[in-house]
């Protein structure tokens, strides 16, 4: 220790060559192990210690955990424990790790496969939102030290033949090592992974890397690519052609992270929808999202499966968006999100600043490229006249993809002449933020989705002369902010709080439509509180387009009991 002090630096040389001392592949990679196991799974950790384990059996459970932990590791890295060319790989894995727990700490999310969908889906804005000093320094406290001695450590050369006898015997050892320890310990892991699914989704990075591969490859291992059609018998129903109708005019405006208990329409304490209730519009109050996320939700709502044979599907199928251009409809999708998830893959895109005027995008976007939801109204009508004439005239599906409420960013989803609750979280460290001044900051995001959507109905009302038009608007799932420790959503489904799941829907149909659809308004006011689905939206949208599909299934569309002489579309 004298030495130490009387030698500046000198610890830092010893450490130095300590760190480069030479070591085999494979001593690598059980170092590394055991260094993800300790030092990149508190969220493991802490997880395991809100089960209410006695001390004992957490001490147990711990223990099996952590070499469950280490064997995967060693037992994936076995495959890469070669003297060449490897040291990047196994510092991405660091990396990977790194990140995992951050967003594992912060966020309280696990990595399931639905997780690592999303992620793979994210895009350049989504990742701006979540960058900051706090994430820097704790992915860096990770990844420094294991990148020091990635760079200083020494492999010696060893002959190919040794090398792969080398790695099968490690590859035995770690699974031997993990069987045996599956069996000493069933007793305790059993139960505690059947009552908490979580933890196995916690386990970092072997979570990551599962869940990563099974998103990547389950799309195309596991269904055809072979594209099931469901536009067969699609057609226009006899509204369209009755004397003197008018063409069809409806915007589906597909919400974006709204809870249903946050509007102030279905009895929240705070008036975060002044604009919807001066419109009279039809809210339920009790309906239920397919998924957690963007990635799970959208295609789920716009297909004709339903929830549970969605997820169980072989193949994929056509959706609402193509059995209404099938029937003669003029279609568009209206992007101010990431993407369509698929759904609009077969029918006319475009996204809010394809085509704004250099006033407008300095009006209506920020300079990240990031666009409020009511850039989607401006040059709408331009937009609706580059359709097809002749589907026109018969009638046009409008579908708007909200920015919406998406986190953790929630104060930048709201213009600051709209915001009426202070003060609020202006960063995405959500747990850094007061309770109050994050719900305020999400309720902004409501109101300006409010008057998002007041605007929508007011720009259909000022073409009621020339159509016949309608509105409905469905959220894709909730969002957890900060009850039960929880933010933003993507939980598994079974796991996950109604407040990722028990989303808003709201319906605007003016008197002409409801009377080209036989529909009783005061039946549908009356019918409020019946509890929906998003597997209710396709066979509700078809019939209030009257397209006649052998898809549609008149027990799942919303508005049929409510027609006068209803005997299905299909």
Known sequence: MALLLAEPGGWLRRFDAWL???LTAQQIVLRLSLYLMLFANAPLWLQLARTGASPGLYLRSALALAVLLVCGMVAILAFTAWTRGMRLVWWLVVLVAALAQYYMLVYSV???PGMAANVLQTDVREVADLLGPRMLALVLAV???PTWWLLRVRIPPMRPLAQVGRNLALLALALAVAAATIVVSSRELAPLMRNHTQLRYLMNPLASLYSTAFAVLEPHLMRSSELVPMTEGAALGASHAAPGAKPLLFILVVGETARADHFGLNGYARDTTPELARREVLSWKSVYSCGTSTFASLPCMFSPLGKQAFESRKSEYENLLDVAQAAGLAVLWLDNQSGCKGVCERVPTASTADSLAPAQRARLC?????CRDTAMLADLDERLAALAADRRQRGTLLVLHQMGSHGP???KRSAPEVKR???ECRTEVLANCAQQELVNAYDNSIVATDLFLGQTIDWLKARAGRYDTGLLYL???GESLGEYGLFLHGLPYS?????????PMVAWLEPALLARRSLDAACLRAGLEAPLTHDHLYHTMLGVLDVRSPSYRQGLDAFAGCRAGASGSG
Do not use: W
């Open 20 to 22: 480069a001392r030479p």
């Open 110 to 112: 696990v990595m399931d």
């Open 143 to 145: 990844l420094a030290l």
């Open 366 to 370: 920020e300079g990240s490229g990031e």
């Open 409 to 411: 960013a929630y104060y």
């Open 421 to 423: 609750f202070l003060p």
């Open 475 to 477: 959220s894709d799932h």
């Open 495 to 503: 796991v996950a709080p109604d407040a990722q799941k028990h989303v």
